[in-house]
C-alpha cells in the first residue's frame, strides 16, 4: 500500500488523469502502510475467500499478500511503477500466494472494479475525490472501500479507526487513520408494506445521499395515515434498518425494521415493544414505480 506525493512544481503540471510522480529524474517515491495499519485496513474490510480485492496504489504488494496469505482471498495490486510491481511479485512468490495475489503496471484511474467486493487505497485527497464517481458507478452494494490517512470528502464514512504510530512521518505526523465506506444500495423512492399486526398499511418515503437515508413514515389506512416517529435509520450495503416509535390503533409502540434491499422489495422482520411485551414478526416492503 502506497502513498503518492509530489513536488510542487511537478504537481503543478501533472494532469489529473495520471498518477502523481515525485521527482525531476522520474522516480516514484511510495510510503509504506505500516504494518499496525495494514491489520486494521483489513479488519474493517473484512476479506474473505470468494472476495475480489483491487489495492489502488499497491507499492510493494503487502496488503493485497495479507490478505491473500490470512483471508484466502484473491487480490489485484495494480501501480505505475513496473520496478515495484517486480517487487510485489516476488513478494508475493516468496509467501506462497502469487496463485491468489497478483500485480499489474496500470493506472488507477484506468482500473476496471466491476464485481470487486473491497477496494483499498493510500493516495492523495484529491486522487481520493477524483475516484469517487468510479467507485460509485462500478462498485456494488454491499463492496467495502477502505483508505488510509484521507477520506473521500461529502461521502460520510461508516466508520473509522485512529492509532497513534511513532513511526509515522508522513501525512498525518504520528497518527494514522483508516476509513471504511461500504457502498449503499438505492433505498429511495415510496416503499408500501401490508402488517396487519401493526394497523395495516404502513409507508416509508425515503430520500437519500450516499448511505445517510431521510425517511418519513405513516400508518393507518385512512387518508394520509398517521405519521409515526423515525428515531434511526441506517443503511450499510444492502442491509436498512429503521427504529420507529408511534401510537397505531390507540396504542404506543417502539419498533425496529430490519431488512435487506434487492430487485425493488425489502425483506427481513420487525421487532414490536408496546412496553410490556416484544415480539418479532415478518417484514416485506414493495417500492412503488
Known amino acids: 500500500m502506497r502513498l503518492f506525493f509530489c513536488s510542487i512544481l511537478f504537481c503543478a503540471a501533472a494532469t489529473v488523469s495520471v498518477q502523481i510522480r515525485a521527482w525531476d529524474d522520474g522516480t516514484t517515491p511510495f510510503v509504506v502502510s505500516p504494518d499496525a495499519v495494514v491489520e486494521r ?60 495475489a497478483t500485480f499489474e503496471v496500470q ?49 460520510p464514512f461508516d466508520e473509522m479507526i485512529e492509532l497513534a504510530l511513532a513511526e509515522k512521518m508522513v501525512g498525518p505526523l504520528g497518527r ?34 450516499y448511505q445517510v437515508l431521510d425517511v418519513d413514515a405513516r400508518v393507518g389506512n385512512s387518508a394520509g395515515g398517521a405519521n409515526m416517529v423515525v428515531r434511526g435509520a441506517r443503511l450499510r450495503g444492502e ?9 397505531v390503533e390507540g396504542k404506543g409502540y417502539n419498533t425496529l425494521f430490519a431488512g435487506k434491499l434487492a430487485d425493488g422489495r425489502i425483506e427481513g422482520n420487525i421487532r414490536i415493544s408496546d412496553g410490556e411485551n416484544t415480539k418479532t414478526i415478518p417484514w416485506k416492503a414493495t417500492r412503488q414505480p
Do not use: C
Open 41 to 100: 485496513m483489513l479488519y474493517l474490510a473484512q476479506p474473505k475467500a470468494g472476495d475480489r480485492l483491487v489495492d489502488l496504489g499497491s507499492g510493494d504488494g503487502r496488503i493485497v499478500i495479507e490478505a491473500a496469505k490470512r483471508f484466502g482471498a484473491k487480490g489485484l495490486g495494480v501501480d505505475i511503477d513496473p520496478r515495484l510491481v517486480n517487487l510485489a511479485r516476488v513478494n508475493a512468490k516468496r509467501a506462497g500466494v502469487e496463485s491468489l
Open 107 to 155: 493506472d488507477l484511474f484506468e482500473t476496471d472494479l466491476r464485481g470487486v467486493s473491497v477496494v483499498t487505497m493510500y493516495l492523495l485527497p484529491e486522487v481520493n475525490l477524483q475516484l469517487v464517481p468510479r467507485l460509485t458507478a462500478q462498485l456494488k452494494p454491499g463492496a467495502r472501500i477502505v483508505s488510509h490517512d484521507y477520506d473521500l470528502g461529502a461521502w
Open 176 to 209: 494514522s487513520r483508516v476509513f471504511l465506506w461500504v457502498v449503499p444500495s438505492d433505498a429511495r423512492g415510496r416503499w408500501i408494506s401490508e402488517i396487519q399486526e401493526l394497523g395495516g398499511r404502513w409507508q416509508f418515503d425515503v430520500t437519500q445521499k
Open 239 to 247: 442491509e436498512i434498518r429503521l427504529a420507529i416509535t408511534g401510537v
